[in-house]
């Protein structure tokens, strides 16, 4: 007896559909299991309701395990032998693919094969994501590099501030080494207390992303179990970060002279030459402004994607899933009931057009055909012309989509087996195949299987498989001449889909109430294609995030004390004349100076950083002008943020009180 298991859809997910039986395709399936929708499981197949194990695929209607050069099965994952190697293992699969070239020529080419360990964000999803999560942990470290150096400046400003204390514990006897250790304890309490803050969020976190479920739909479940080493990397992280950047004051206290400060008091001059808090500064703000500037492409990109040309319309359509097969819809059957659905749904009250896709674009899969120019004789795959996406569609779905028909015609119910093969191309396959979209209106090209197809009509490009693709050839068939159980109802209303879900379900299964239904929106049905995009631009908002409040901290801090340094130099001034926007020159020109050169760093760094998002969050190009003028913008209130109460504490200067106090 089959079996499978089964984890949503009609069935509640406890214990008492175990060992049920249930009739699919006319075959029995016994539940073994229900798995949440985080279940996995290992060689099974995936359909939106069950996973069913792989050589019982045939049972619910299709045949993929007996179509020679299909490509459904993308990954193979096994263990090696102990004793051999990756490169022996490479070419015995090399072997049996030139093999299969060799007796296959016309469905195997070219068949090479990579080993590698499988990873989540290397193998499987690719290099963009890949070099994008290198990127992240650089751009972290960055942050992590951002807080040493507040936290070297706030260590510089504060053996400064306490230089006359230093001095005065020298004059009585206290050695340079003593005060050293109490400056080095200070630090690693900081660093210590800092440590044990990060931790603790760190650990509300990651426990919110073990139960966090991005793709509602799909039973994806990012398990994030660190073990005790990653929190030890982290202690020990915070505490050298502490003992690193407390050596800054190091050379201040041995360079102290007692004697001179007692006497003079401590210094108001602030040197021109250029200082290691400066270097630091100015390395916090670059870091801000890279960052600030990744976030703001990938928004603008994410923006762009959201509201980008798809070749098809989001709004107001709702998408329902099914599979015929698994009602026991087979052969002949399965066009009739299609278009028995499309009119039960269309006569739903708000519904303004229904069409039926065996998949859609942008979906959770994608077909690909091979397609040859009408004076090809030999069909070999090395000959194919193009390598286009193929759905298979009902009339009026480019009109139920929002596609639009550059020229020629719809299918209608007309074009039927009986009937001369016709196809709807795009304009990408009619400029790869015929040149132009004017030679492709009644052009011939041949299938795999040698079948002659006239182009009926031309659609706009579109996204098919990927949002950062380059413009792809596709091919519309008719549903009825290539017939498919799988079944997507693109289903546009005049009014809110959603409100359209209880009345599409209950006429679907007044039709058959055997069938599987599965309804979302289309822009929900976006989620997955979305997910990368939508992650890029929250995880770098977040590190911009932080990284505009440590430079608005160091920033500040660089104010403050250089305001603090200047106290008794700005009283004079004010007491000789000086204007607010000369005491405010003396007193804020340096830090504002070090925003700017860090700033138009930072900028040229993101603008070279940013071109990896690209690969990752469509659309998206640092030559914005609207990013670049957002970037200079964040960057000015930082700047104004930061020196806001150091400037309106060199305004309130009293010379009085100050002289007083001297």
């Known amino acids: 007896m089959l079996t499978y298991a089964y984890w949503h859809s009609h069935f509640q997910a406890d214990k008492g559909v175990l060992g049920r039986v249930v009739q699919v395709n006319k075959h029995p399936f016994t539940i073994i299991g229900v798995g949440p929708r985080d279940f996995h499981g290992t060689l099974l197949f995936f359909h939106p309701d069950f996973f069913t194990p792989i050589v019982n695929h045939p049972a619910i209607g299709t045949n993929e395990l007996t179509t020679r050069g299909d490509r459904w099965i993308f990954m193979v994952m096994g263990h090696l032998k102990p004793g051999v190697s990756q490169a022996q293992a490479r070419a015995d699969l090399d072997a049996t693919g030139a093999y299969l070239e060799k007796n296959y020529p016309k469905d195997e080419s070219k068949m090479r094969f990579t080993l590698g360990r499988p990873s989540l964000y290397g193998d499987y999803l690719g290099r963009p994501v890949r070099e994008f999560m290198t990127g992240l ?4 470290g960055l942050i992590l590099l951002a807080a040493c150096a507040n936290l070297g400046s706030l260590f510089a400003a504060r053996a400064a501030d306490r230089s006359r204390e230093v001095a005065l514990r020298l004059a009585l006897g ?6 050293l250790r109490g400056l080095f304890t200070e630090a690693i309490l900081i660093s210590l207390a800092g440590g044990a803050l990060g931790l603790a969020g760190s650990v509300l976190l990651l426990r919110g992303l073990s139960v966090w479920q991005p793709i509602p739909r799909w039973p994806i479940h990012l398990a994030v179990n660190p073990d005790a080493r990653v929190y030890g990397v982290a202690v020990l992280l915070a505490l050298m970060s502490g003992l690193l950047f407390v050596a800054v004051p190091v050379r201040q206290v041995l360079d102290t002279s007692p004697y001179e400060v007692v006497k003079a008091g401590p210094s108001g001059k602030v040197g021109r030459r250029v200082t290691f808090r400066d270097v630091l500064l100015v390395v916090q703000i670059a870091i801000c402004a890279v960052l600030v500037t990744s976030s703001m492409v990938a928004v603008r ?3 762009r994607s959201l509201h980008g040309n798809f070749g098809f319309e989001v709004e107001k359509t709702m998408l329902v899933d099914t599979d015929l097969s698994m009602a026991g819809y087979s052969g002949d059957r399965i066009a009739p009931m299609q278009k028995r659905m499309i009119e039960a749904v269309e006569a739903i009250p708000g519904v303004t057009s229904v069409g039926v896709a065996d998949q859609v674009p942008l979906g959770d899969s994608s077909n690909e055909a091979i397609v040859f120019t009408e004076s090809t004789a030999d069909l070999k795959v090395s000959n194919a012309a193009a390598h286009p996406v193929v759905y298979r569609i009902s009339p009026e779905y480019f009109q139920a989509s929002g596609t639009a028909l550059l020229s020629g015609r719809s299918f209608n119910w007309q074009d039927d087996k009986d009937s001369p093969r016709v196809a709807v191309v795009n304009s990408e396959f009619a400029r790869k195949i015929f040149g132009s979209v004017d030679k492709a209106m009644g052009g011939i090209f041949k299938m795999k299987d040698g079948t002659r197809t006239q182009v009926a009509g031309i659609v706009e490009n579109g996204k098919y498989a990927s949002l950062t693709e380059d413009p792809k050839p596709a091919i519309f068939l008719p549903l009825v001449q290539s017939p498919s159980s799988a079944t997507y109802m693109i289903v ?17 299964w007044g039709l058959d109430r055997g069938l599987p239904v599965y309804l ?6 976006l989620d997955a294609m979305l997910f990368g995009p939508r992650m890029a631009t929250l995880s770098l908002g977040v590190l911009g995030v932080m990284g505009a409040m440590l430079s608005i901290t160091g920033i500040f801090g660089m104010a403050a004390y250089s305001v603090s340094k200047r106290l008794r130099e700005l009283g004079i001034r004010v007491a000789l004349g000086a204007q607010r926007k000369e005491v405010l020159h003396t007193a804020l020109a340096r830090p504002l100076k070090l925003l700017a050169f860090g700033s138009v760093a930072g900028l040229l760094l993101g603008v070279l950083a940013s071109r990896v998002i690209a690969f990752i969050v469509a659309q998206s190009t640092p030559r914005d002008p609207l990013v670049l003028g957002g970037v200079v913008l964040a960057m000015l209130l930082l700047g104004l943020a930061a020196t806001w109460i150091p400037a309106q504490r060199a305004l309130s200067v009293d010379p009085m009180i100050l002289l007083r106090e001297e």
């Open 301 to 303: 990109g994410l923006a």
């Open 492 to 508: 546009r209303s005049a009014r809110d889909p959603q409100q359209l879900d209880t009345a599409i379900r209950s006429t679907l």
């Open 520 to 525: 979302q929106t289309r822009f929900r049905e």
């Open 137 to 140: 942990t650089v751009l972290a």
């Open 174 to 179: 206290a050695s340079r080494r003593r005060i």
